[in-house]
Every structure is written in structure tokens, then in C-alpha cells.
């Protein structure tokens, strides 16, 4: 054995200064590793939480990044899941790339043709660009970080007329396009697509329907509503999906990097919390259409009330340390994820912060209820903020069990 490691440690000696000479100019610092936000969730009915970001974009529309720079972005945020979604209609950087490529085209760069199609429809030419080419793009770094890409784009008109649908699980992104916006969306329906209602909210002054949204609605052509775009959230969405029966989303809709927007590390982005039982295209498609979804934002979580309350209590855990002579008990309450709980007990104040991975202590009085609602979770609208919020209960015969 000792002769062995002689050995090993002769050839690293001979080979060592081969490597060294590669180029004496250069010094290696120590390698730091590059680290990936984690957000630690618990399980719901038995199935995992995946986070995924169903609304970005790239330079192929009018994002600051690269379909591929998005992947990684992702990755590092501590995303399992996202969909490249950028406009069919609106690709500003459409006369960039032309001017760029201008050397390959005799007499000069082309001009780009129906590139901004939000308002009125396209030429006969139709549209030039190739769609599918950011997904294309994202695809493989995806697969090689472990996460899955959805296809995707965003069909973008008139705010408030008609509004902006995201289709995702397509095809084809270059059939989709038509100029009557109820046949576009037909025709990503053809293709398997679920759609997902954006920003119902934006530059309009109601998150409520109008005729084309009611139509649209009546006839069964939305599978999804984004209740959070970005920071703006439409407390009144989660009716909405509730009545209808459609999956709730969380999303960055983001143009410039994650970095500006959630300040690195100050939040974690916005994004879906997808309870599949695996990660994988097929799970993550079967998991929105069973509306296994929660909606997440700056420390929010929004959703259907038996998977926000199974979401709580399978995210802290309650202990009785002591019991008084008078009957009193203190209870240890912890938390075991990364979501700080904001706990209120009683009528007013913001209450109590549960911080993540952290406990804290509640004296309880003789044969009293622990109860207190947790203000940073979501289960109805916000007409009456402190009386529709989730309020959770732990009765006194359960703590004098413990
Ligand atoms: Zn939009
Ligand atoms: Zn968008």
C-alpha cells in the first residue's frame, strides 16, 4: 500500500510542472462556487412543490437577455420549471438582429416587416421571424441543469379589448398567429396548448371581464389565470379560478434580469409552486391541469384553501414543552421552510413573524384554542382583509393531547 501511494505521489510530482508551464503567466485563485437559491417547501398531498416561472422573456421579443442566458438565470434563482413566452406580435429587436446580419444581404440590412402587431393585423407577408427559435434555444441548457422548458409565447393585442394569453405546451409557435385574436388562440388550442389569461389587470382600471373575456371564458378557451404579475397581485383572480375551475399562477413576466427586479437575494421571484409528482413535461402539465397550483410573491402564497391550509401545516410543527399547575400550556411552534409566516392572533396588528427555520413559543391558557390567522396567505379575495384570510385553529383537546 505505502509503495502505491509512493507512487501515485512520484507521477502527481513529474506531471504537476507539465500543467504549471501550460502558461507560467497566469495564477489560479480559488475557485468559488457558484450558488443556486433553494427555496425548502414541504410536500402536499404526497406530492412535491416544483417552482416554476410560466412569463419570460428574451431579446427575441423585448427582453434583455438570451433565451439561453434565461435558463441559466433560472437555474441560479432556484427555478425547476419555466416557459419561454415571448411575444408573437411585438419583437422590437427584430431591426437589431437585421442590422447586425447586415453584411450577409446585398445592398444592406432589410427592414423587418409586421414586427409590431399589437394594435392592427399583419400584411400579407405574415410573420417573418421563426418563433420557435427561443425555445429552441432554451431547450437543451435546460435539460443539461435538470429543469424542464415548456414551449411557449405570448399572444400580445390591445390591453384592454382583448388582452394579452399566454399558450403553453405548443408545437408550432409560427402557426399560431392570426389576426382575429380568437383564432389564434383556437389555433394553439389545436395544438394541445393550455391557456393562461396574463395580467388581466394591466392597463385597465378592473381586473373584471369584459365581452371578448366572457366569451372566451364561456367557451372554455382559458385553463389558467396569472393572479400575480410581477409585484401586482388581483386578490379578486382567485375567485375567479376558484368559480371556473381554473390553475392560479404566480409570474415575473420579466423583461430586464431577476437580479434588478428581486434585488438578488432580498426575494426569492415570483413564481408557482407546482405539486407534481415528478419533474418532468408530462407531470408538470398534468399537475395545471388538475389546478395543483399555488401562486407565490414576495413572501405570499395564494391558493385553494385545502392546499393552503395542508401547505401551512406541513410547513411548522407544534410541540407542548410545558404545562403550568394552572393548566397553562407553551407551546413551540417551528418552522420548517423557507417562507416566514406572518402569525396573527386576536383582532388587529400584523402580528407575529415565524421567521423561516426558526421557532417560537405561545403560552396558551387552560382548555383555550391556539388559533391565529396567517396573514401572509391567500385563499379569497381581500374585500375584508382581516376577516377572509386564512385562519388556522389548533383546538385545546389536540394540544392537551401532545
Ligand atoms: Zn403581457
Ligand atoms: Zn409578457
Not at 513529474?14 to 433553494?38: C, F, G, I, M
Amino acid at each position: 500500500m505505502k509503495r502505491f501511494s509512493t507512487i501515485i505521489l512520484a507521477l502527481i510530482v513529474a506531471v504537476a510542472p507539465l500543467y504549471a508551464q501550460k502558461n507560467p503567466d497566469l495564477r489560479w485563485l480559488p475557485k468559488t462556487p457558484s450558488h443556486r437559491a433553494e427555496l425548502i417547501l414541504p410536500q402536499v398531498k404526497g406530492y412535491n412543490i416544483y417552482k416554476a416561472d410560466l412569463h419570460i422573456h428574451t431579446v427575441y421579443s423585448d427582453g434583455d437577455v438570451s433565451a439561453k442566458g434565461r435558463v441559466t438565470e433560472a437555474y441560479y434563482d432556484g427555478l425547476d420549471i419555466i416557459a419561454i413566452t415571448d411575444h408573437i406580435e411585438y419583437r422590437p429587436y427584430e431591426a437589431q438582429m437585421l442590422k447586425a446580419t447586415q453584411g450577409y444581404h446585398e445592398g444592406g440590412a432589410p427592414k423587418p416587416k409586421n414586427h409590431h402587431l399589437t394594435y392592427k393585423p399583419a400584411s400579407e407577408e405574415g410573420i417573418l421571424a421563426d418563433l420557435n427559435v427561443p425555445y429552441n434555444e432554451a431547450k437543451k441548457p435546460g435539460e443539461r441543469l435538470g429543469m424542464v422548458v415548456i414551449p411557449g409565447v405570448e399572444m400580445t393585442r390591445h390591453p384592454d379589448k382583448i388582452g394579452h394569453y399566454n399558450f403553453l405546451f405548443i408545437e408550432d409557435a409560427n402557426t399560431i398567429y392570426d389576426p382575429d385574436p380568437e383564432q389564434s388562440i383556437r389555433n394553439a388550442k389545436k395544438q394541445g396548448a393550455l391557456v393562461m389569461h396574463n395580467h388581466p389587470g394591466w392597463r385597465r382600471k378592473t381586473v373584471d371581464m369584459n365581452e371578448f373575456h366572457q366569451r372566451l371564458y364561456d367557451e372554455k378557451l382559458i385553463d389558467g389565470v396569472e393572479i400575480v404579475n410581477g409585484g401586482s397581485f388581483g386578490p379578486k383572480l382567485i375567485h375567479r379560478c376558484l368559480d371556473r375551475k381554473l390553475f392560479m399562477a404566480a409570474a415575473t413576466d420579466i423583461h430586464s434580469t431577476t437580479a434588478h427586479s428581486y434585488g438578488q437575494r432580498d426575494y426569492f421571484r415570483t413564481c408557482t409552486f407546482v405539486l407534481a409528482k415528478d419533474l418532468s413535461l408530462k407531470s408538470v402539465r398534468e399537475a395545471l391541469e388538475k389546478r395543483r397550483t399555488l401562486a407565490f410573491s414576495h413572501n405570499n402564497v395564494m391558493g385553494e384553501e385545502k392546499l393552503i391550509e395542508e401547505f401551512f401545516h406541513n410547513s411548522v410543527s407544534m410541540k407542548v414543552i410545558y404545562t403550568s399547575s394552572k393548566g397553562e400550556k407553551t407551546v413551540v411552534m417551528t418552522n420548517t421552510t423557507s417562507i416566514p409566516y406572518r402569525l396573527r392572533r386576536g383582532g388587529k396588528g400584523e402580528g407575529t413573524l415565524l421567521d423561516p427555520f426558526q421557532s417560537i413559543t405561545f403560552k396558551v391558557a387552560k382548555d383555550k384554542d391556539l388559533s391565529f390567522t396567517v396573514m401572509n396567505l391567500w385563499t379569497a379575495d381581500d374585500e375584508h382583509p382581516n376577516s377572509k384570510r386564512l385562519h388556522v385553529c389548533y383546538p385545546a383537546k389536540l394540544l392537551n393531547k401532545k
